[in-house]
C-alpha cells in the first residue's frame, strides 16, 4: 500500500492519506477494503515523515519507509522487500484511493497469474490528470500513457487507471529492478505493462465495479468529490436496509454510523462517528448526532447530540445541547435551550426551556423548571448535584453544586440552594430555606394539589 507521498496539492499540515473521508481516513479505509479482499499480509510504504501515519495503524500492519520520493516503482522494491519471499501475488495500491471496493481488489488478484499484470480501470467523464489506458481485444493493455505524453487522439480516450494493481510475485520481482528511471529520476511502476507486453504477455485491464473506485486524490476538490461519492454509497446502503432517509442530498451519514430499520432521518441531518441508532427513531430536521447510542423510538430535532446514551422514547429538541457523558434514560424530554452535560438524567423527567444540568445524578419524574442551573464549577473544580425522584425545581432556581436534593422536595421560582434539602421539603428564597410542610416524597406537586383538594 503506497503511502510515502508528501500530497504538496493538498496544502495541509495534515498528511494526505489520513484526510478523513465520509469519516474515515483514506488509508483506513483502503485497509479495510483490503483486508475485506482477503489480502494476508499488508506492508504500508510511508516516507520520511512517517511518523503521524504510523500512530494510526494497528500493529499487525508492516511499515516500511522508502527514504527518498523516488517514484511509485521504487516504492513498490520497498514495500516487497518486507513481504514474505516466496509470495505468489503481489497486490499494490494506493493509499490515497479511499473509493476502492474489496470486489474491485478482488477482481484484479484474480486475474493473476493468467496475466503478469491486472489493474483495475475505469471510465471517467473527465480523466484529466490520468494516464490513458490503451487496449487491444479482451482487455489486453498495449501501454498506459501519461497525459502529459499523450496525442491528442489518446487524450481523447477516458479509460483511466488508478493507483490498484495486481503482480504475479515472482515476475515482479525479476523485472522490476529493470526499469529504468524517468528524466525526472523517478521510477514508474506504470512502466511494467510495457515490459509485460514486451515479453508477449499483456497486461489484463479490469474494469472497476464502479469507475470511482480508480479515483485518487491529490487536491481538495477531489477529496470532496469523493467524500460526495462516499456519502451517497453509504445512504444508498442504508436505504436499501430499510432506512428512510428523505433528502439524501443533504444528508450526511459517516461510514461507521450503525442505523436500524423503519429509521427515519430528515434533511439537514449530521450523523457521524461510532454513532448507533435502534429502530422507529425520528432524526432531525437539523440534528447532528456524534458518537452516540440512540435507543429505540427517541426523536431529535434541530439539536446537537454528542458522546452520550440516549434512551428509548426520548424527545429532544428543538435548539437543545446534549454534551459529552450524558445518560438520558427512558422518556426523558427535554425542550428548547437548554444544555445538559455529563449527567444521569431518570425516567420521565422533563426539562423544557432555558435550562442548565452539569454533573448532576437526577432521579426519576423530575420537572426542571425554565431558567434552572445546576451551578457545577466553583472556578477551580467541578462538583455533582444530586437531585431525587419525584422533584420539583422551580422557575430560575440555581442549585450551587455539591448539593442534594432528596426526593420530593421543591424548590420555588428563584430560589439559591446552598445546602442539601431534605426529602419531601420545600424551600424558598435567597439563600434558599425551608418553609411549610412536607409532602411524601415521592408525590408530585400536581398529587399533593389533587390531595389538598
Not at 104 to 130: F, K, Q
Not at 167 to 182: A, C, D, H, I, M
Not at 239 to 247: L, R, Y
Not at 439 to 449: G, H, K, N, S
Amino acid at each position: 500500500m503506497l503511502a510515502a507521498g508528501r500530497g504538496v496539492r493538498m496544502r495541509s499540515r495534515l498528511p494526505k492519506v489520513l484526510h478523513p473521508v465520509a469519516g474515515v481516513p483514506m488509508l483506513n479505509r483502503v485497509i479495510r477494503s483490503v483486508q475485506e479482499a482477503g489480502v494476508s499480509h499488508i506492508v504500508v510504504v510511508l516516507g520520511a515523515e512517517a511518523d503521524p501515519i504510523r500512530a494510526t495503524l494497528a500493529p499487525e500492519i508492516v511499515v516500511a519507509i522508502q527514504a527518498e520520493p523516488r517514484g511509485t516503482g521504487d516504492a513498490v522494491r520497498v514495500g516487497i522487500e518486507a513481504l514474505p519471499p516466496h509470495t505468489e501475488r503481489v497486490l499494490v495500491v494506493g493509499g490515497d484511493t479511499p473509493l476502492v471496493t474489496s470486489g474491485t481488489l478482488r477482481a484484479v488478484l484474480d486475474a493473476v497469474p493468467d496475466a503478469p499484470i491486472a489493474m483495475a480501470t475505469g471510465h471517467l467523464s473527465d480523466p484529466t490528470g490520468y494516464g490513458r489506458v490503451m487496449v487491444r481485444d479482451a482487455g489486453l493493455v498495449d501501454r498506459i500513457v501519461e497525459e502529459s505524453d499523450a496525442t491528442s487522439d489518446e487524450r481523447a480516450t477516458t479509460l483511466v487507471n488508478g493507483m490498484i494493481f495486481a503482480f504475479e510475485g515472482t515476475w515482479l520481482r525479476k523485472t522490476l529492478p529493470s526499469v529504468q528511471p524517468s528524466p525526472s529520476g523517478e521510477i514508474y511502476l506504470t512502466a511494467l505493462v510495457s515490459h509485460a507486453a514486451l515479453e508477449g504477455r499483456p497486461a489484463r485491464a479490469i474494469a472497476a465495479a464502479d469507475s470511482m473506485d480508480v479515483i485518487g486524490v491529490n487536491t481538495r476538490a477531489q477529496l470532496a468529490m469523493t467524500e460526495s461519492t462516499a456519502r451517497l454509497r453509504v445512504l444508498q446502503r442504508l436505504m436499501e436496509a430499510g432506512v428512510t432517509i428523505v433528502d439524501p442530498a443533504s444528508t450526511y451519514v459517516d461510514e461507521c454510523v450503525q442505523i436500524e430499520s423503519d429509521v427515519v432521518v430528515h434533511p439537514q441531518s449530521y450523523i457521524r462517528g461510532e454513532t448507533v441508532i435502534e429502530r422507529d427513531c425520528v432524526i432531525g430536521p437539523g440534528a447532528e448526532v456524534v458518537d452516540c447510542h440512540v435507543r429505540e423510538g427517541a426523536r431529535i430535532s434541530w439539536s446537537v447530540v454528542e458522546s452520550s446514551e440516549i434512551g428509548p422514547r426520548v424527545r429532544i429538541g428543538p435548539y437543545f445541547r446534549v454534551r459529552a457523558g450524558t445518560v438520558l434514560e427512558a422518556d426523558v424530554a427535554l425542550g428548547s435551550f437548554g444544555e445538559v452535560k455529563n449527567s444521569r438524567v431518570g425516567e420521565r423527567t422533563q426539562m423544557h426551556h432555558f435550562s442548565y444540568l452539569g454533573d448532576a445524578v437526577v432521579g426519576p419524574d423530575v420537572n426542571i423548571g425554565a431558567g434552572a442551573i445546576t451551578c457545577n464549577y466553583d472556578g477551580v473544580a467541578k462538583h455533582q448535584t444530586t437531585i431525587g425522584a419525584g422533584v420539583f425545581v422551580g422557575s430560575d432556581s440555581l442549585l450551587i453544586a455539591p448539593v442534594t436534593l432528596g426526593d420530593g422536595a421543591m424548590t420555588g421560582a428563584g430560589s439559591v440552594v446552598t445546602r442539601d434539602v431534605a426529602p419531601g421539603a420545600r424551600v424558598v428564597g435567597v439563600p434558599a430555606r425551608q418553609i411549610g410542610s412536607k409532602r411524601r416524597p415521592t408525590q408530585t406537586p400536581a398529587e399533593e394539589q389533587a390531595t389538598q383538594r
